[in-house]
């Protein structure tokens, strides 16, 4: 266990804080950035990524990350693996507790852990998870190769995760609680040219079935309620992907820093200053309604200049109090 003090650390390795830093190294702030276990952020579990500027051909998420973590780390960004799991924002300097049992004191905070899939809370999705029940269908899609899945959800999370998960299965229903769906429309013709993809309109996962007779627990089937007529089919299918949306990964901010009711930090207007003078915030952590690469690289950026500012103030405040 050791304790260490920095200037300004960032947390989370996504897209905001890896951008952050490169703004913030290249500012000669010395930045460290503290990753957890998904080094890299939600677009390590991505795969094609057709709108990141600059990128005319079809690029893959892991490998991007893989490139803006290097140029991070080349312009001379510190990196450290640890999961953070206490905050204490109150007093000066802001105070991090790693699991590792290591703390980090800092002078400024870029706040970038991102966000994370929802779940839908059924007793059998919670049983059945990593045994067939999956949210993130190209970390898993390929256990599915010949076999029939279902993708709960009507989003372009849902949208892009079903069409992946054709490329594996012989056939991908998708589930969703409306009648229309809410992802781009250039997706959802892909998707619904898609020959493979069944679309069950209206209805709700009710519960996933399964059985446990061979050494780990396998989902046999899906067991659906039509919302508007509460006629419940059952599927046979081996797989099941949830892809409801995400939640900010705030738990350990809470009663410290401002979120609203879903639990996103809220940012004054045009800046990614927080309620605490000295933390920013930057990505999908504060961004309820955009939350693509590109916008989190963006409020990156943002958050390590403002940070560059805070910091030369507190020096100049520093210099005439003194004289
Ligand atoms: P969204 O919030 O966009 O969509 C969530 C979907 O899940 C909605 O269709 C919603 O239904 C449904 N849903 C939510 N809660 C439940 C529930 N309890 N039961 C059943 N269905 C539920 O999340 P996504 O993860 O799809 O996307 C998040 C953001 O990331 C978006 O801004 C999206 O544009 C972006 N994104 C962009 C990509 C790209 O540009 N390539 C790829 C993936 C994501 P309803 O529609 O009825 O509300």
């Given at each position: 266990m050791s304790d260490h003090h920095y200037d300004v650390l960032i947390l989370g390795s996504g897209a905001a804080g890896l951008t952050a830093a490169i703004y913030a190294a290249r500012a000669n702030l010395e930045p460290t950035l503290i990753h957890g276990?998904?080094?890299?952020?939600?677009?390590?579990?991505?795969?094609?990524?057709?709108?990141?500027?600059?990128?005319?051909e079809i690029i893959q998420g892991p490998w991007l990350m893989e490139q803006i973590q290097a140029q991070a780390e080349g312009v001379g960004t510190n990196m450290i693996s640890d999961l953070i799991i206490?905050?204490?924002?109150?007093?000066?300097?802001f105070k991090l507790t790693g699991d590792s049992g290591n703390t980090y004191t800092c002078n400024a905070l870029i706040i970038s852990t991102g966000a994370e899939a929802k779940w839908l809370g059924l007793d059998s999705e919670l049983k059945y998870q990593g045994f067939g029940v999956s949210a993130c269908a190209t970390c898993d899609g390929f256990f599915y190769r010949g076999k029939q899945v279902a993708v709960v959800g009507g989003g372009n999370t849902a949208v892009e995760e079903a069409i992946y998960l054709t490329k594996h299965a012989t056939k991908v229903m998708l589930i969703h609680r409306r009648n229309s769906l809410r992802a781009e429309k250039m997706l959802q013709k892909r998707l619904l040219a898609n020959p493979k993809i069944e679309i069950i309109w209206?209805?709700?996962?009710e519960e996933v079935m399964g059985k446990h007779e061979g050494p780990m627990p396998e989902v046999t089937g899906i067991r659906v309620r039509?919302?508007?007529?509460?006629n419940i089919t059952e599927y046979s299918l081996e797989g099941v992907f949830i892809a409801i949306g995400h939640q900010p990964n705030t738990s350990i901010f809470v009663n410290q820093l401002k979120m609203d009711e879903e639990g996103y930090l809220i940012t004054q207007p045009d800046s990614t200053?927080?309620?605490?003078?000295?933390i920013f915030a930057a990505g999908d952590v504060q961004d309820n309604?955009?939350?693509?690469a590109v916008t989190a690289a963006g409020t990156g950026c943002m958050a390590a200049l403002e940070t560059e500012k805070y910091l030369a103030n507190i020096v100049n405040q520093t210099t005439m109090a003194a004289q």
């Open positions: 276990m998904q080094p890299g952020g939600q677009m390590t579990i991505t795969t094609d990524v057709e709108n990141f500027p600059g990128f005319p206490e905050a204490n924002l109150q007093k000066k300097p209206d209805s709700a996962l039509n919302i508007k007529t509460d200053a927080t309620n605490i003078p000295g309604k955009f939350r693509q």
